[in-house]
Nanobody, 124 residues
C-alpha cells in the first residue's frame, strides 16, 4: 500500500511559477511510474504529466507542454511538478498518482494510488 502526499499549492498570479511536490511512503517508490493530474470545479480529472520509473521518460498534456516539468528523485521518494508561466485556466486541485508499471499512462483508471490533492489557484 502506497501513500502519497502532495504539497506546494497556493494562490499565485498569472505568469508566476509554482512547484508541487509529492512524497510516497509505504511501498517501493521506484516500482511505480508517477503522474500528475488536475481537477477543476465542475470538470473531470485530467492528465497533466507522467514520468517513468527511473525518470528517463516523460509525457505531458498539450496544454502544459513547454511550461510544466515533471521530475523524480527515487532516493527521497519524491516526484516534483515545476509549473511556469501559469495561467488562470491552470487553476485546479492537483493530484499525484502512482501506477505499477515502467512508463506511466494518461488515463486515470490506470493508476493504483492517489494523493489527497493540493489546490492551485491562478488569478488573472
Amino acid at each position: 500500500q502506497v501513500q502519497l502526499a502532495e504539497s506546494g499549492g497556493g494562490l499565485v498570479q498569472a505568469g508566476d511559477s509554482l512547484t508541487l511536490s509529492c512524497v510516497g511512503t509505504g511501498g517501493t517508490f521506484s516500482d511505480y511510474a508517477m503522474g500528475w493530474f488536475r481537477q477543476a470545479p465542475g470538470k473531470e480529472r485530467e492528465f497533466v504529466a507522467t514520468v517513468s520509473r527511473a525518470g528517463r521518460r516523460t509525457h505531458y498534456a498539450d496544454s502544459v507542454k513547454g511550461r510544466f516539468t515533471i521530475s523524480r528523485d527515487n532516493a527521497i521518494n519524491t516526484v516534483v511538478l515545476q509549473m511556469k508561466r501559469l495561467k488562470p485556466e491552470d487553476t485546479a486541485v492537483y493530484f499525484c498518482a502512482a501506477e505499477w508499471t515502467v512508463t506511466g499512462a494518461t488515463p486515470t483508471s490506470h493508476y493504483d494510488y492517489w494523493g489527497q490533492g493540493t489546490q492551485v489557484t491562478v488569478s488573472s
